[in-house]
């Protein structure tokens, strides 16, 4: 009977982090092969957009690709969201030590990848808002459509042709949702 010795966030840090892209999930590392180029495009236009809004009205920080959150100890969970931000007012007076990010921010995009299984997105969407994140936005570039989940039953979704907004989690953000994907 073979046994999982499960890595801690720290340990992720040290051993794994500087050669992988990886995420921990409940103590076990989880190597990622890279985004695909339209993955990466997306994901860096949505980026740009709201870089723009908060950086314009000092709403708080904004995070790139691949930037570890620990949102769960014992066993350790680190995610790395495509997109993330966090309110001004949810910022500690002193920012942390501590390699990944201590706790979810306040918004989670993920872009799909076509290998993508429902099972781990909803797990992944699970984890986020059970640790605190106030909004996820699920991006599908195929479908073209954003899902917009504020708690596990509160899910809507906005097509191409709708306009999305970031409510109380980014105030002022709106944009049209085909400016995701403009080509």
Same mark, same amino acid.
């Given at each position: ?39 990466g ?8 957009l ?20 620990? !949102?769960e100890?014992?066993? %350790?969970?680190?995610? &790395?969201? @495509? ?6 007012? $949810?910022?500690? +007076? ?6 990944f ?9 993920? !872009?799909?990848?076509?290998? %993508?299984?429902?099972? &781990?997105? @909803? ?6 808002? $059970?640790?605190? +994140? ?50």
């Amino acid at each position: 009977m073979s046994t999982v010795s499960l890595v801690t966030a720290e340990e992720l840090w040290e051993k794994y982090s500087h050669k992988h892209r990886c995420e921990l999930i409940a103590g076990e590392v989880v190597i990622m092969s890279p985004a695909g180029w339209r993955h990466g495009e997306i994901g860096s236009t949505i980026h740009g957009l709201l870089w723009e809004h908060v950086r314009a009205n000092h709403l708080g920080k904004l995070f790139g690709a691949e930037t570890g959150f620990l !949102v769960e100890r014992d066993p %350790d969970t680190v995610r &790395a969201p @495509d997109v993330a931000f966090i309110a001004k007012q $949810n910022l500690p +007076a002193e920012m942390p030590e501590t390699a990944f990010w201590p706790g979810a921010p306040d918004l989670v995009v993920e !872009v799909l990848s076509p290998d %993508d299984r429902t099972a &781990a997105v @909803d797990q992944k969407i699970r984890t986020w808002l $059970n640790a605190g +994140a106030k909004l996820v936005w699920v991006v599908d570039p195929e479908l073209e459509t954003v899902t917009i989940y504020r708690s596990p039953t509160d899910v809507s979704i906005v097509s191409r042709e709708g306009r999305l907004a970031g409510n109380d989690s980014l105030a002022g953000f709106e944009c049209d949702v085909r400016e995701f994907f403009a080509e």
